[in-house]
């Protein structure tokens, strides 16, 4: 079975940066391509996905909040998944989840529907003081 532990969480100012990662194991083959998402989730809002960044061809793809600011980017030789948070914002702070879609189902209109995730980490929490 898949396992994602995240990472790289904590607490930073207004403006600061985070670098979240995920160590994913358990990839029984090579055979299937997989994608890995990020996902945050606020209190008392929906899950939204933020990020996602596929194996083979190392697409990525970017919420609208996000983008210009969030690099993902994957180390295939760790099996490490990285997202890079910069400019944060008072509206960052969420618990941010990296998924697994294995094998991949999803593409660049799908990468942000959680349901398509098969396997999920335990959640990290960012933090944004202003």
């Known amino acids: 079975e898949v396992q994602l532990v995240e990472s790289g969480g904590g607490l930073v100012q207004a403006g600061g940066s985070l670098r979240l990662s995920c160590a994913a194991s358990?990839?029984?083959?090579?055979?299937?391509?997989?994608?890995i998402g990020w996902f945050r989730q606020a209190p008392g809002k929906e899950r939204e996905g933020v990020s996602c960044?596929?194996?083979?061809?190392?697409?990525?793809y970017y919420a609208d909040s996000v983008k210009g600011r969030f690099t993902i980017s994957r180390d295939n030789a760790k099996n490490t998944v990285y997202l890079q948070m910069n400019s944060l914002k008072p509206e960052d702070p969420a618990v941010y989840y990296c998924?697994?879609?294995?094998?991949?189902?999803?593409?660049?209109?799908?990468?942000?529907?959680?349901?398509?995730?098969?396997?999920w980490g335990q959640g990290i929490q960012v933090t944004v003081s202003s």
């Open positions: 998924a697994a879609d294995f094998p991949r189902n999803t593409d660049g209109s799908t990468w942000f529907l959680s349901w398509e995730y098969d396997f």
């Open positions: 358990g990839f029984t083959s090579d055979d299937y391509d997989n994608a």
């Open positions: 960044i596929s194996k083979r061809d190392s697409s990525t």
